[in-house]
C-alpha cells in the first residue's frame, strides 16, 4: 500500500529548482532566498468538502485548481504577484495516490500560470473527509501593498467583472485576476481592493469599515452575470444574486481616477459616513445587510 | 450566533504591531518586511482529530499547542528561527468562540515563546471533524539552514533526550528544541539535523537517503525514556518503543566533532553505503527496518 513518503517522493519529480528555492525539497522546511527590498506577503485560505467543494461531484484537479486560486484571487487582491506555496492535504483514509496525485497537479498547474511554485507541504490521512490548506506567500515585487483600508470618501468604487450566481460554476473555474491588479496599480490610483469571495454586500463593508468610509451602490450599474439571471429560478431576483452571492473572485476596489468601463465597471461611490447603502433601480435608498457567505461557529 | 467575522475580530485584538509586521491584521493577506540578507524558510504541519489529538480527550489549549510545536520543532529542526505564522482552523459546526479562543491561545502562548507571531489565518465551520494547520517562516538568523543532506561517512550520530512512549502524553506537552539546535549549530560541526516526528528508525533513514550514507545505531547507547519502561507492557520492549515510537521531537543530527554527553548523547556513527543497522547489545547486527509513523494514502 503506498504511503506518505511515496506521495512526496513522486511529489519531489514534479519540482525543480529554482532561483526562489535553489534546493531540492526534502527537508523539514523549504529554503528560499526571498527577493532583497521585496515585501513579503502571506496568507492562508483552506478549501473543505462540503462547503467549498462536494468530493461526490468535483474532480479531484478541479478541488486542487480552486484551492490554490482562491490564494492567488488574495494576491490579485493585494497587487502583489505569488512566488511561492506550501499546501496540506487531510485525505480520508484509503483515498489512493491516483487521487491526491491529480489533486496535487490541479493545484500545481493553477500555480505555475503564475510562476507560484509548490516548495513544501502534508499530507496526512485520517478518518475525516477531504480538506485541503494552501498558504501563499507573495511579493511586493515593485507595487505597493494594496489594502482594504486606503478608502477615501468621494471616491469611485469599481468592480471587473458581472457579479451572481458563480455557484453553477464560476466558483470552480475563475481565473485570479492577478495580472489585471497589477496593471490597474501601475496605471491609476488604487486607494483600497478587495477579491469578492463573499458576496458584495460583505465585501464591500470590509473596505468601508476598514478605510472609515460609507459607500453608495447603484444598482442600475451593477454588471450582472448571465449566471445570476439562471439562478433566479430559486425566487431570488437576479440583483439579488449578483450583490450577495460569494465566490465571483473579480476585484472591487476604490479610486479618485476615472477608470475606462472597458476595464472595469463603476458601481458607486464612497462617502464620508460608514454603512453600504444600494440605490435601487427607481431612486430609492436602503442600507445592503451583508447577506454573502459568512461560517456561523 | 457568533461567526467568523466576530472570531476574527477578537483576534485582532491579540495581536499587535512588530517589526516584522508592522500593519496590522484586517486584510486579505499579511504584509512582512522581511529582514535582508535572512534565508526565508517556510513548511507546513497539520494536526487532524482522530490522528494526531482526540478532541474528546485533549483541550483545545493542548491542539493548539501541539499544532504549533510541531511546526517549531521543524524551525529547530534545521537551526533557524522562527518569526511568523498564518494558521487554519476547520471546525465542526457548532464548535463555539470559547473552544476557538482557547485553540487560538494555545496556538499562541507557544509561538510567544519563540516570538513567533500569529500574522494571519482562515476559520471555517464544516461537517467534519476538528484540523488545524500551521505554516510556519523561520529566518536563518545567522545560521547556516541545516538539512538533512550534509552528512559524511565516519560522522556521529548524536540524539540530544530519551526516546519511546510519547503517547504518554509527550506527544503534547514536548519543547521546541530550537534554543539548543542553535547553540549545537554555533558551537559544533552539524553536518545534517531532523527532529524525531516519525520514530528514529525512519527519521535516521530519511539523513541516510538524502546524505547518502548509512548508519549505525547501538543500541547499548540509546537513551531509554522512562515512559518507554511504561509502555513495554503492550508487549514490545523498551528498546523497540525508543526506536520506533514517534512524537519524541528531540533532534537527531550528525556532526564529526565530540560532543559532550551532557549535550547529546552519542548513539552511533555514519559509514559509507546505505541503510539503517542496528547493534544490538549482545553485538548482533540487523537491519533497523522503518517501523514508525507513516501515513497510508
Known amino acids: 500500500m503506498p504511503g506518505e513518503f511515496d506521495f512526496i517522493q513522486?511529489?519531489?519529480t514534479q519540482q525543480k529548482p529554482s532561483e526562489l528555492a535553489p534546493l531540492p525539497a526534502g527537508d523539514d522546511l523549504a529554503i528560499l532566498k526571498?527577493?532583497?527590498?521585496?515585501?513579503?506577503?502571506v496568507g492562508v485560505d483552506q478549501v473543505l468538502d462540503g462547503v467549498h467543494f462536494d468530493s461526490t461531484v468535483h474532480s479531484p484537479r478541479q478541488i486542487g485548481r480552486k484551492a490554490i486560486n482562491r490564494n492567488l484571487s488574495d494576491c490579485a487582491a493585494m497587487g502583489c504577484l505569488p512566488a511561492a506555496a506550501v499546501v496540506t492535504i487531510a485525505s480520508p483514509a484509503g483515498t489512493g495516490m491516483d487521487y491526491l496525485k491529480e489533486l496535487y497537479l490541479g493545484i500545481?498547474?493553477?500555480?505555475d500560470k503564475f510562476n507560484c511554485e509548490i516548495v513544501g507541504g502534508d499530507t496526512a490521512s485520517w478518518p475525516g473527509k477531504l480538506a485541503v490548506t494552501v498558504t501563499i506567500l507573495g511579493r511586493s515585487a515593485g507595487i505597493k501593498p494594496i489594502t482594504r483600508s486606503g478608502a477615501s470618501p468621494l471616491e469611485a468604487i469599481?468592480?471587473?467583472g458581472p457579479l451572481g450566481g458563480s455557484i453553477l460554476g464560476r466558483h470552480l473555474t475563475f481565473e485570479p485576476r492577478i495580472d489585471l491588479a497589477r496593471q490597474l496599480a501601475k496605471n491609476f490610483r488604487i486607494t483600497a481592493m478587495i477579491d469578492l469571495s463573499d458576496g458584495i454586500s460583505r465585501d464591500l463593508a470590509h473596505i468601508c469599515r476598514e478605510s472609515d468610509v460609507g459607500a453608495h451602490v447603484w444598482a442600475k450599474q451593477l454588471p450582472v452575470h448571465q449566471d445570476a439571471i439562471e439562478t433566479r429560478r430559486d425566487g431570488r431576483s437576479a440583483l439579488d444574486h449578483a450583490l450577495h452571492d460569494g465566490e465571483d473572485y473579480e476585484l472591487l476596489f476604490t479610486s479618485p481616477d476615472k477608470i475606462p468601463p472597458t476595464i472595469a465597471a463603476a458601481i458607486?461611490?464612497?462617502f464620508r459616513g460608514s454603512g453600504v447603502i444600494l440605490r435601487a433601480s427607481d431612486g430609492s435608498e436602503s442600507p445592503l445587510a451583508p447577506h454573502g457567505w459568512e461560517h456561523t461557529l
Open 10 to 12: 513522486w511529489i519531489r
Open 108 to 111: 500545481k498547474e493553477a500555480g
Open 268 to 270: 458607486g461611490m464612497t
Open 158 to 160: 469599481y468592480v471587473t
Open 34 to 41: 526571498w527577493p532583497e527590498k521585496d515585501l513579503l506577503l
